[in-house]
């Protein structure tokens, strides 16, 4: 079912170090979200040594103690404080034997925690920008609910890219990406995507699981689950090349989270 690491883990020419440098943190400037304007005290390195997927046991055993005891009061104070909930949950269970990569659009400073309700109590590995691991206590927190620093160097990014490629080719596990990149309070809009994510789910052969947040009132917010998305099902994309491929799926992505909001959106017009 899964392809080789060999293609992402060895870039051999031009072509393939282009699509790496797209799947990288753009360097123009952007709005400054939330924890870049918190206090940083403590950099982030990335070197040859990080493990973005860490096998360390200290956090393993604050994960699942922030899972089965922080998690659950946090779930009932998105209840009550956005009247948060999950639409067509089910859609889930058909990516629940299988590793896959879910997207979503970036629009509130608690979606990350609010997503992995889908999942509990397993929880996906969440690519963020690297100064959501830099910023004070929060820092940390991401990195125990399973939070993946992207790096903006090329050779660090091989080494993520290998770890992320184990986990989805050896693994039931799920990777969540932001395509959109940054975040934008309360958008009821999508924008741009990027490639990344759909790299990743092309490379190693996985689904995209698409989801959408909604707001049905003002400050209240919902999450609806669509259905998992295969290179098959994407129109045009049999026998093209991988990064054809990946434009092709990003694409299609976008257009079926476009319908689910529509969907959504044109229901509470009636």
């Known amino acids: 079912?899964?392809?080789?690491?060999?293609?992402?883990?060895?870039?051999?020419?031009?072509?393939?170090?282009?699509?790496?440098?797209k799947l990288r943190e753009s360097d123009k400037p952007r709005r400054k979200g939330p924890a870049e304007r918190m206090w940083a005290p403590i950099k982030l390195h990335l070197d040859e040594d990080y493990q973005y997927v860490t096998k360390n046991w200290g956090l393993r055993f604050l994960y699942y103690f922030a899972m089965f005891v922080g998690m659950p009061?946090?779930?009932?104070?998105?209840?009550?404080?956005w009247g948060f909930g999950v639409i067509n949950k089910k859609n889930a269970k058909l990516v629940k034997k299988t590793s896959a990569i879910t997207v979503?659009?970036?629009?509130?400073?608690?979606?990350?925690?609010?997503?992995?309700?889908?999942?509990?109590?397993?929880?996906?590995y969440f690519v963020a920008l690297k100064h959501n691991f830099e910023a004070f206590i929060i820092g940390g927190l991401v990195r125990v609910l399973r939070g993946v620093p992207l790096p903006s160097d090329l050779k660090n990014f091989e080494r993520f890219s290998e770890q992320m490629n184990d986990a989805l080719q050896n693994t039931t596990r799920k990777v969540h990406m932001y395509p959109e990149g940054e975040i934008a309070p309360y958008s009821k809009e999508l924008r741009k995507f990027k490639n990344g994510a759909f790299h990743f789910a092309v490379k190693n052969n996985v689904p995209v699981l698409p989801m959408v947040f909604v707001f049905p009132k003002p400050k209240k917010v919902k999450l609806i689950v669509g259905k998992p998305i295969y290179v098959k099902d994407v129109p045009g994309a049999e026998g093209l090349k991988a990064p054809k491929q990946t434009v092709l799926m990003c694409r299609y992505v976008r257009e079926k989270m476009?319908?689910?909001?529509?969907?959504?959106y044109g229901g509470l017009e009636k």
Not at 6 to 19: G, I, R, T, V, Y
Not at 73 to 81: A, D, H, T
Not at 108 to 124: I, W
């Open 258 to 264: 476009q319908e689910m909001l529509d969907d959504y």
């Open 104 to 124: 979503a659009n970036h629009v509130h400073n608690m979606d990350s925690p609010m997503l992995t309700y889908v999942f509990y109590p397993s929880a996906p």
């Open 73 to 81: 009061f946090g779930y009932l104070f998105f209840k009550i404080r």
């Open 1 to 21: 079912m899964k392809s080789t690491e060999e293609e992402l883990q060895k870039p051999e020419d031009s072509d393939q170090k282009a699509e790496l440098e």
